[in-house]
């Protein structure tokens, strides 16, 4: 019986790990679907005074009003996660002193990110905040 050099046996454990190494490269670099659109918040338009704001402290966001339209801010501060609260010209984080403007520019610091924006749709005479 003649003695074949493993070279079989070589190439089909490559072609294995081949295969298993592209599997996994795929389903990891393939984009999630993402689900259903998920309502944070609702109210009605006229909730919402011109220049004023709505705030969800359960959900810790805030639904604003300026001449533009609606958009909505989370009122997670951006330095270590303490909920900012909403003053009539501003939002300061009581926790370190963090200072942002209605738009969720920071003014002052410690935080050095803006406040994140949450989408909002506009359904009727209902103003949805979407995550």
């Known amino acids: 019986m003649e003695n074949l050099p493993q070279s079989r046996r070589k190439f ?10 592209g599997g996994l ?13 998920r ?5 009605a ?8 704001a709505l705030l969800f402290r359960a959900e810790r966001l805030a639904l604003l009003r ?7 801010l989370s009122l ?5 996660g303490c909920t900012v609260v909403v ?3 501003t939002l300061s984080c009581p926790c370190h002193g963090s200072r942002f403007d209605r738009q969720g520019k ?7 990110r803006p406040l994140d924006r949450i989408k909002v749709e506009l359904r009727g005479d209902r103003v949805e905040v979407v995550g």
């Open 12 to 21: 089909l454990t490559t072609l294995t790990l081949l295969l298993a190494a």
């Open 25 to 37: 490269l795929v389903r990891f670099l393939t984009p999630r679907v993402i689900g259903k659109r």
């Open 39 to 43: 309502v944070l918040a609702t109210a």
């Open 45 to 52: 338009a006229t909730e919402v005074p011109p220049g004023g």
């Open 66 to 72: 300026d001449d533009a339209g609606f958009y909505a």
């Open 76 to 80: 997670v501060c951006t330095h270590l």
């Open 87 to 89: 003053t009539e010209d």
């Open 106 to 112: 920071v003014l002052k610091g410690p935080a050095d």
